[in-house]
């Protein structure tokens, strides 16, 4: 089944502890993102990937990291999560060419709670 | 650059019918349209390209007004299962590059 896959799909920390939310999809997909979602703001980017190796700032890039090492992962680092950064992320992926190459595939979501 | 959606929110009875618009202040590219139902993922509608062009998903179809920077999702004799948070997503022009904007979102629930 073509799916981007999340995990953790919960998580509560404290803060200044590193952690790692990874991201993977099976749709030879070349471009990723992540957006996270907060009440009344809709979905805002955080990091994006054009391809391998590619990677540039979104609308809220802010205490994230992000590496394309690989073409199906996209993993989130916070190096040191702060109580703002509780949120619902979404990892998305696009095939970015080609038929419905601007159609976005969203994973399940990663629920992270920063005491 | 992050479009504006109303109403915020909307409370129907099932089959009646329902307008969500998205505006923005930029020229637009192009409108795509997602539905998220609670406790999940965000899911692709469809999208909408310059020209004023209307599409349609099931009883759901949208329209896109270039020169009004504004495109409109028109949810007909509305279904239970319509329930959810709509999301439009604005795609600009930036420094050369096509970039996807979504806006706060709509949340809609169908009573029955």
């Known amino acids: 089944e073509a799916q981007v896959t999340q995990n953790p799909r919960y998580l509560i920390t404290v803060t200044g502890k590193k952690l790692t939310v990874t991201c993977s999809q099976n749709?030879?997909?070349?471009?990723m993102s992540w957006y996270r979602q907060d009440p009344g703001l809709g979905l805002r980017q955080i990091y994006y990937s054009m391809n391998v190796e590619v990677t540039d700032k979104g609308d809220v890039p802010e205490g994230y990291k992000v590496s394309r090492k690989e073409k199906r992962n996209f993993p989130l680092i916070l190096e040191s999560p702060s109580p703002n950064q509780t949120s619902l992320y979404f990892c998305?992926?696009?095939?970015?060419?080609?038929?419905?190459?601007?159609?976005?595939?969203f994973g399940a979501g990663s629920r992270l709670t920063v005491l | 650059q992050q479009p504006v959606q109303s109403p915020q929110a909307v409370i129907l009875r099932e089959g009646e019918d329902a307008v969500i618009n998205c505006s923005s202040s930029k020229a637009l590219y192009s409108v795509h349209w997602y539905r998220q139902k609670h406790g999940e993922a965000p899911v692709f509608l469809m999208i909408l390209l310059k020209g004023g062009e209307q599409k349609g998903h099931e009883k759901i179809s949208a329209s896109f007004n270039e020169k009004k920077q504004q495109s409109s999702l028109y949810l007909t004799a509305s279904q239970l299962s319509y329930s959810g948070t709509y999301f439009c997503?604005?795609?600009?022009?930036?420094?050369?590059?096509?970039?996807?904007?979504f806006g706060q979102g709509t949340r809609l629930t169908i009573n029955p």
């Open positions: 998305a992926s696009r095939p970015g060419q080609g038929s419905g190459a601007n159609v976005l595939t």
């Open positions: 997503g604005t795609v600009l022009l930036i420094q050369g590059a096509q970039k996807l904007v």
């Open positions: 749709m030879n997909h070349e471009y």
